[in-house]
């Protein structure tokens, strides 16, 4: 092969002419045949046109890959259009003439934009999704509080805002659910902090028992609101009011033991005054009770220890006490001039007592029911009482009366004469009366004795019989005035001595009323006369020891059998 000279062309100015050539020149130099020369020229043909070919197909293969760009890129576009939804603001392209390369270069910043909205739109779906989901799984408890949720699954086939408002609307719906449990989670916190507090109880280990981040130095964002948490609570606080309750019931009882046996015993206020925090709720209802520690168990068992003390100091005092009563029951019916047995009473109450056949507070509840009745016995008979005082008062009167008649210096110049001149005026006034006044009492002792179906007894006499027997000494009193009246009107001159207008008007001796209420015929009894109460009030007085054994009869002021039957013995009206 030749070599080329400084005359052959630079290589930039090569072309296939030149190069054919300089290929004859070296063929003709060489001297190659046309047959050779053919072959060769064929086979520089050939090969230009394998090359052409690598080319062509090169160049359609790059072609393809543009048109499948292009397609891909077309679908791309549609899929996030649809994914986006129709709201998107991003605009489509409108060329879809021109070269692959113009199409492509003008779908590409359509593309770029709804993948930057994409990304953005999936980190909201990532965002409200995932607080849905911790919202949730706080709510089944199968995550706590303050835990993180994994990255949820996000359907990039529709991230249209649509759906992205469903979501919020169901993350909306769901912290409202969390902020009503949050809420009723603090209430029933709250109940159970008021529960403890009365009962006396340990709120912290209560509550963190339940759970522990129900704690009041945790924040309300991290505390459990679960079912299983708010069941619990519901259970907590439910077993507290029921042991609320039953605590309160228990210290009533107690309450109302200690003031039964404080009225039973008499015991002073000042001992009381250390229980009043037992005995203000005795009454009280359970949602009233809201003071700290009202309901604690130290407390309930205090009373509790103070109610046996009081129940074994009970025995001791009882005589006491019961003596008491029946010394009270006496003096009503002394009052009231009531006979009544006292020392078979007491012996019958002693006795009751030492056997412990009854309870006491039985007792004393059946003496406090007797006194109740001997008050009600007194106040009826108060009315005829007083009258009867103010007509034994006029007898009084009457009887000084009939001194001061007889008096032959009454009219004297003495010191105090006057003073006697003016009661003799005044006793004169109210001697006059006593007829009224005695029909008044036998009115209104005839009435009562009708009510009640017994008779009036006064200090174990008839009052009745009493009146009776003034009455019939009264009026043979007027009789014997009425017969030396008509003596000396006709001048007679045979009144005895005994019979001087000088003298008492009478000194005649009449007995008193018999049990059945009539006068006895025996010169040698008691006087009861016009002449003073004494006479009614001895009367009475020997009255009552002739039915002393009658009357005891009638009053039994502790009956064994009444005591244990609770019926209270009511005395008959004497």
Same mark, same amino acid.
């Given at each position: 092969m030749a070599v080329i000279g400084t005359d052959n062309p630079s290589y930039g100015d090569i072309t296939c002419g030149s190069l054919l050539q300089q290929l004859q020149r070296v063929w003709d130099e060489v001297g190659e045949s046309d047959e050779d020369r053919d072959k060769i020229l064929l086979q520089l043909d050939q090969e230009c046109l394998d090359v052409y070919k690598r080319k062509v197909d090169m160049a359609t293969q790059s072609r393809d890959l543009l048109i499948q760009a292009l397609d891909d890129s077309k679908i791309e576009l549609a899929r996030l259009l649809s994914a986006l939804g129709e709201k998107t603001i991003v605009r489509t392209p409108e060329k879809s003439s021109g070269t692959i390369k113009e199409q492509l270069a003008a779908i590409a910043p359509t593309l770029n934009q709804l993948n930057e909205q994409k990304e953005e739109r999936v980190k909201e779906f990532v965002d409200v999704q995932s607080q849905i989901e911790k919202i949730c799984g706080e709510i089944a408890g199968t995550l706590e509080v303050g835990d993180e949720v994994g990255p949820p699954e996000v359907n990039e086939d529709d991230l249209s805002l649509e759906k992205l408002e469903d979501f919020r609307a169901q993350l909306q719906e769901l912290q409202k659910e969390k902020s009503n449990r949050q809420q009723k989670v603090l209430d029933y916190v709250s109940m159970v902090h008021d529960l403890c507090t009365v009962l006396g109880m340990d709120f912290f280990s209560t509550i963190t028992e339940v759970h522990p981040s129900l704690d009041d130095s945790i924040d309300v964002d991290c505390k459990s609101i679960s079912d299983d948490t708010l069941s619990k609570?519901?259970?907590?606080?439910?077993?507290?009011?029921?042991?609320?309750?039953?605590?309160?019931?228990?210290?009533?009882?107690?309450?109302?033991?200690?003031?039964?046996?404080?009225?039973?015993?008499?015991?002073?206020?000042?001992?009381?005054?250390?229980?009043? *925090?037992?005995?203000? *709720?005795?009454?009280?209802?359970?949602?009233?009770?809201?003071?700290? !520690?009202?309901?604690?168990?130290?407390?309930?068992?205090?009373?509790?220890?103070?109610?046996?003390?009081?129940?074994?100091?009970?025995?001791? /005092?009882?005589?006491?006490?019961?003596?008491?009563?029946? $010394?009270?029951?006496?003096?009503?019916?002394? #009052?009231? *001039?009531?006979?009544?047995?006292? /020392?078979?009473?007491?012996?019958?109450?002693?006795?009751?007592? =030492?056997? !412990?056949?009854?309870?006491?507070?039985?007792?004393?509840?059946?003496?406090?029911?007797?006194?109740?009745?001997?008050? =009600?016995?007194?106040?009826?008979? /108060?009315?005829?009482?007083?009258?009867?005082?103010?007509?034994? #008062?006029?007898?009084?009167? =009457?009887?000084?009366?009939?001194?001061?008649?007889? %008096?032959?210096?009454?009219?004297? #110049?003495?010191? !105090?004469?006057?003073?006697?001149?003016?009661?003799?005026?005044?006793?004169?006034?109210?001697?006059?009366?006593?007829?009224?006044?005695?029909?008044?009492?036998?009115?209104?002792?005839?009435?009562?004795? =009708?009510?009640?179906?017994?008779?009036?007894?006064?200090?174990?006499?008839?009052?009745?019989?009493?009146? %009776?027997?003034?009455?019939?000494?009264?009026?043979?009193?007027?009789?014997? /005035?009425?017969?030396?009246?008509?003596?000396? $009107?006709? !001048?007679?001159?045979?009144?005895?001595? %005994? *019979?001087?207008?000088?003298?008492?008007?009478?000194?005649?001796?009449?007995?008193?009323?018999?049990s059945n209420g009539t006068a006895s015929a025996g010169p040698a009894s008691r006087r009861l006369s016009v002449n003073g109460t004494n006479g009614v009030r001895s009367a009475a007085k020997e009255r009552r020891e002739s039915l002393k054994s009658s009357a005891s009869n009638n009053v039994t002021v502790a009956d064994a059998a009444s005591c244990v039957s609770g019926t209270e013995p009511v005395p008959n009206s004497p």
């Amino acid at each position: 092969m030749a070599v080329i000279g400084t005359d052959n062309p630079s290589y930039g100015d090569i072309t296939c002419g030149s190069l054919l050539q300089q290929l004859q020149r070296v063929w003709d130099e060489v001297g190659e045949s046309d047959e050779d020369r053919d072959k060769i020229l064929l086979q520089l043909d050939q090969e230009c046109l394998d090359v052409y070919k690598r080319k062509v197909d090169m160049a359609t293969q790059s072609r393809d890959l543009l048109i499948q760009a292009l397609d891909d890129s077309k679908i791309e576009l549609a899929r996030l259009l649809s994914a986006l939804g129709e709201k998107t603001i991003v605009r489509t392209p409108e060329k879809s003439s021109g070269t692959i390369k113009e199409q492509l270069a003008a779908i590409a910043p359509t593309l770029n934009q709804l993948n930057e909205q994409k990304e953005e739109r999936v980190k909201e779906f990532v965002d409200v999704q995932s607080q849905i989901e911790k919202i949730c799984g706080e709510i089944a408890g199968t995550l706590e509080v303050g835990d993180e949720v994994g990255p949820p699954e996000v359907n990039e086939d529709d991230l249209s805002l649509e759906k992205l408002e469903d979501f919020r609307a169901q993350l909306q719906e769901l912290q409202k659910e969390k902020s009503n449990r949050q809420q009723k989670v603090l209430d029933y916190v709250s109940m159970v902090h008021d529960l403890c507090t009365v009962l006396g109880m340990d709120f912290f280990s209560t509550i963190t028992e339940v759970h522990p981040s129900l704690d009041d130095s945790i924040d309300v964002d991290c505390k459990s609101i679960s079912d299983d948490t708010l069941s619990k609570l519901d259970k907590t606080v439910a077993s507290l009011k029921e042991d609320k309750k039953t605590r309160l019931h228990k210290l009533q009882e107690l309450a109302m033991q200690l003031s039964d046996l404080w009225n039973l015993m008499e015991t002073p206020k000042e001992e009381r005054r250390f229980f009043d *925090h037992v005995t203000c *709720h005795i009454s009280a209802t359970v949602e009233e009770v809201t003071t700290d !520690g009202a309901l604690a168990l130290d407390l309930i068992e205090q009373a509790e220890v103070e109610v046996e003390r009081l129940d074994q100091l009970k025995s001791s /005092k009882m005589k006491e006490i019961a003596l008491k009563k029946q $010394k009270e029951l006496e003096e009503i019916y002394a #009052s009231a *001039h009531v006979v009544i047995d006292t /020392k078979t009473a007491r012996e019958k109450l002693m006795a009751l007592i =030492e056997s !412990g056949n009854i309870e006491p507070s039985e007792l004393i509840a059946d003496m406090d029911n007797q006194i109740l009745k001997a008050k =009600e016995e007194s106040l009826s008979r /108060k009315d005829i009482l007083d009258k009867v005082e103010r007509w034994m #008062s006029a007898c009084d009167e =009457e009887s000084w009366l009939e001194d001061y008649n007889q %008096d032959e210096n009454r009219y004297s #110049s003495s010191r !105090g004469a006057h003073l006697n001149l003016k009661r003799a005026e005044k006793a004169r006034i109210l001697v006059n009366k006593i007829p009224a006044l005695v029909d008044t009492l036998v009115a209104k002792t005839r009435t009562w004795e =009708e009510d009640r179906g017994s008779s009036f007894m006064y200090d174990g006499v008839p009052l009745l019989a009493m009146l %009776d027997e003034y009455l019939m000494l009264r009026h043979e009193r007027e009789e014997e /005035k009425r017969r030396l009246r008509d003596q000396k $009107k006709f !001048g007679g001159e045979l009144v005895s001595n %005994d *019979h001087s207008p000088n003298k008492p008007l009478s000194s005649k001796k009449v007995v008193g009323p018999k049990s059945n209420g009539t006068a006895s015929a025996g010169p040698a009894s008691r006087r009861l006369s016009v002449n003073g109460t004494n006479g009614v009030r001895s009367a009475a007085k020997e009255r009552r020891e002739s039915l002393k054994s009658s009357a005891s009869n009638n009053v039994t002021v502790a009956d064994a059998a009444s005591c244990v039957s609770g019926t209270e013995p009511v005395p008959n009206s004497p």
